[in-house]
């Protein structure tokens, strides 16, 4: 039964991956109230069964998202560069935004309370790699599972950019990549800020000088409005309505997706929603698009 989850989760319902990976701690030795949490992940996926990944090509508007220009030429990173191989074809076509989501859920695994990292990586409007996963160590502090997260996220950043690169695809400008720690992006997005936590070194060595080479940059996002929330957490689903709406479960032009929108927390069953309408007011619920 697991194994036929995963192979959803591939197909695209990142919605369960979270769900996913927990259940599949278990699968060594399985007790009862195991399988009815499987059952009630089926019947999940059997009254959301139109759910498919929205594929947008449109670029993102990020224009009020300044570039974090900092002088780093006088950190320990000097005037470090973002590798770029020599030997990548010359790029062609329309060129792409690279947007990532990154999150941590501290305490996630009662048995081990390691936390659970979630990182959602887009082109242009078009989710096309979600990641899951256990941490490896224990952490202690939410700042220790973040850092952590968010050098998975930068090792990932640097394989997407230069597979993008060896098929040809131009990538404009730098990735953005958002969180939801203010102290994380802080601490690596600040030349002269310092690190309190020694064990912690190489990933905040890892996320600066990333961000010092322009390779990307990171930003800080309400909780609330943070996709990456679907495969960190064992949420509810009125938590994440709003982004499921966008990601899963929009029909029509792509094209006419709003910048934020609100949907009402009731779902019919086939997962299809009783009422969606643009949000004037707050323009942050869905920014990626």
């Not at 690279?98 to 501290?106: K, P």
């Amino acid at each position: 039964m697991i194994g036929q989850i995963q192979w959803c989760v591939a197909l695209g319902r990142i919605d369960i991956f979270s769900a996913c990976v927990t259940m599949s701690s278990f699968r060594a030795a399985p007790r009862i109230n195991h399988l009815e949490r499987l059952k009630r992940i089926y019947g999940y996926l059997l009254d959301t069964k139109n759910g498919a990944l929205t594929l947008g090509t449109a670029m993102p508007d990020f224009s009020k998202f300044h570039d974090q220009m900092h002088d780093w030429a006088r950190s320990i990173y000097g005037n470090v560069t973002a590798e770029i191989p020599d030997d990548i074809p010359t790029p062609k076509g329309n060129p792409v935004v690279l947007t990532h989501y990154v999150d941590a859920n501290l305490y996630h695994d009662m048995a081990t309370r390691r936390a659970l990292t979630g990182i959602l990586h887009l082109i242009n409007q078009f989710p096309f790699y979600w990641y899951c996963k256990k941490q490896a160590t224990v952490e202690t502090a939410t700042f220790g599972s973040e850092f952590n997260a968010a050098k998975s996220a930068v090792e990932q950043i640097i394989n997407i950019r230069n597979t993008l690169r060896y098929l040809g695809v131009p990538i404009q400008g730098r990735s953005m990549m958002f969180g939801d720690n203010q102290s994380v992006v802080t601490n690596a997005t600040i030349p002269h800020s310092q690190l309190n936590k020694r064990h912690l070194a190489l990933a905040y060595h890892k996320v600066r000088e990333a961000i010092a080479s322009n390779m990307l940059n990171f930003y800080h996002i309400e909780g609330t409005n943070n996709p990456a929330d679907i495969m960190s957490k064992l949420w509810g689903y009125q938590q994440v309505a709003s982004h499921l709406r966008a990601l899963l479960f929009w029909h029509g032009d792509t094209l006419n997706i709003p910048q934020s929108i609100e949907v009402d927390t009731h779902v019919q069953s086939r997962g299809e929603y009783y009422h969606s309408t643009t949000n004037d007011k707050d323009k942050d619920i869905l920014i990626w698009f």
